[in-house]
């Protein structure tokens, strides 16, 4: 797959450039400057340089990146909810490793957005605590206390500096996600999320009394009314932030419906920082590291297909560059999250389908996000004030953001040409097997725990299926002047913004 079909044009040193050409392509910089290691340069002006590095007002900066934390809390905070308890940590100690994954997630989504060298995707991309490590991690440690969240944090250090390794041959893989794949893989990433929201529109807690509750869905229902209500009659800015606006106004109303919970409020401290190995010093045992390092295989091929549908969604192609950089903030972010006692980082989709809804694009907006995030964790009553937000309230807003993800997939579907050869079978098998996990839960009950850390993720598994079918079909046994032939554009055609739909008279 071509990532880049344009090279950037930019004048020789001491030259003047013509004025009847302009930069073109994704990267390109008006300003005649050298990009950047990652692909870009990060010094663009923001009123003539690429929307992805412009900096916004700090009033719009600040709300549009809680508006990020929103759209995420819950699910940074969910895994140490559930893995604490678990293990056999009391109420307050899985309190601070709340509180340490918002801090990480923090950190790991400043290395994405701002980062330094060759670290960092520099896109509006959210790191956080990963979903796919909940099982294993439980495996490891259940009922071990101390040691058990020790083991743990050592079998991810190990894996975050593996992946970190591997970035530079995984990101390489690029080649094999064109529209097809990656459409596919979108359209899963959208759908898979879509019984997160509506959980949370339940209630969150299977084992509460008023789990699914008529007030639980009703208020769902309402906020999510709001949001659409207030996308269709705001203009501008306060347009751009309809989901903060919805989530605020649907707490408010949460409030005399009594399922709004202040009891964190009163609990949380002022001010506590991650002690480094709070829990004890990282221990090492080799069937955790072997678990851990599975994950974060699977973490990696997520974030490869979040970093191509994100790349798709700002109008900046990521190429194996900006991959490798997200790659490895990814993992740097995993090996050190164990110091201040975090889990292992992956890529948040929510937060691709604000990017979609809202347009705006800035990673400057994500990074001011990651900053509110490590406040946040060194400020426990601020956090709390986040967590006031019910579940089901959360959840009705969620319905939006997920379903965006799933509409950027199906728009990027349109550009596949599924009318040519067997890509639409690709689409068909790779979806098929990706929605087994959401539509049976059960479904591979009997199969070894090590391979349900794969099978379990309908992302993992349609991804796999939708890259070996694409191999199967699209490139082994081709004769290379045949795949150029169908590649090269005519001399009449013009290349289309694949984020576009065509317009039928």
């Known amino acids: 797959m071509c990532i880049r079909d344009r090279q950037n044009t930019t004048p020789a040193p001491g030259t003047t450039p013509d004025p009847g050409t302009t930069p073109t392509g994704p990267d390109a910089d008006p300003a005649g400057r050298d990009a950047h290691p990652a692909g870009r340069d990060a010094t663009a002006d923001p009123d003539r340089g690429h929307p992805v590095d412009e900096t916004l007002p700090p009033l719009k900066m600040f709300t549009s990146g809680l508006q990020h934390v929103a759209a995420m809390y819950a699910g940074v905070v969910a895994p140490p909810m559930i893995v604490g308890p678990a293990v056999g940590l009391t109420a307050k100690e899985t309190a601070f490793l709340m509180g340490a994954s918002l801090f990480t997630a923090g950190i790991a989504t400043l290395l994405q957005t701002l980062g330094f060298w060759r670290i960092g995707a520099r896109l509006p ?24 969240i020790a083991v743990i944090f050592g079998a991810i250090m ?26 596919t893989v979108i359209t899963l990433i959208g759908v898979s999320l879509l019984p997160v929201a509506f959980n949370w529109s339940q209630g969150g807690d299977a084992t509460a009394p008023d ?34 606006l919805g989530l605020v106004i649907g707490t408010l109303i949460a409030i005399p419906v009594g399922i709004t919970d202040f009891g964190a409020l009163g609990d949380a401290g002022l001010v506590g920082f991650p002690t480094p190995f709070h829990f004890g010093g990282p221990q090492f045992e080799t ?3 072997v ?59 929510q937060n691709i389908g604000l990017v979609a809804m809202t347009k705006v694009r800035s990673r400057f907006v994500v990074a001011a996000g990651g900053v509110i995030l490590v406040v946040l964790g060194l400020v426990p009553v601020a956090a709390s004030v986040i967590a006031l937000v019910p579940l089901p309230v959360l959840g009705g807003a969620g319905i939006v953001l997920f379903g965006s993800v799933a509409a950027s997939g199906i728009q990027t579907l349109a550009t ?47 991804c796999v299926v939708a890259i070996l079918l694409n191999l199967a079909f699209n ?31």
């Open 158 to 183: 190990v894996a975050g500096v593996l992946g970190f390794l591997l970035a530079p041959y995984f990101c390489k893989l690029v080649r094999f996600f064109p529209p097809v794949v990656t459409g």
């Open 291 to 349: 678990s851990m390092c599975i994950v974060m295989l699977i973490c990696m091929t997520e974030s490869t297909a979040d970093m191509l549908a994100l790349g798709k969604i700002v109008g900046r192609p990521a190429d194996e560059r900006t991959i490798e950089g997200g790659l490895r903030a990814d993992t740097l972010g995993s090996a050190l999250s164990p110091l201040f006692n975090g889990f292992m980082c992956s890529a948040f989709a």
């Open 475 to 505: 490139h082994l046994g081709r004769r290379p002047d045949a795949d150029a032939a169908e590649e090269e554009p005519t001399a009449t055609e013009q290349p289309k913004d694949p984020m576009v739909l065509p317009v039928v008279p």
């Open 125 to 148: 991309f959210v790191n956080g605590v990963s979903f796919a490590g909940v099982t294993p991690m439980i495996a490891i440690g259940k009922d071990r206390g101390h040691d058990g």
């Open 211 to 244: 789990h699914g509750s008529t007030t639980n869905i009703t208020m769902a229902a309402v906020t999510l009314v709001i949001v659409l209500a207030l996308r269709k009659l705001l203009r501008g800015f306060l347009q751009q932030i309809a989901i903060l």
């Open 416 to 462: 596949a040409a599924l009318e040519k050869g067997e890509n639409a079978l690709i689409v068909a098998a790779a979806v098929g097997v990706g929605l087994v996990p959401i539509a049976a839960p059960d479904f591979y009950h009997a199969f070894p725990q090590d391979l349900l850390v794969v099978l379990d993720s309908g992302i993992s598994t349609g």
């Open 287 to 289: 069937a955790a590291i």
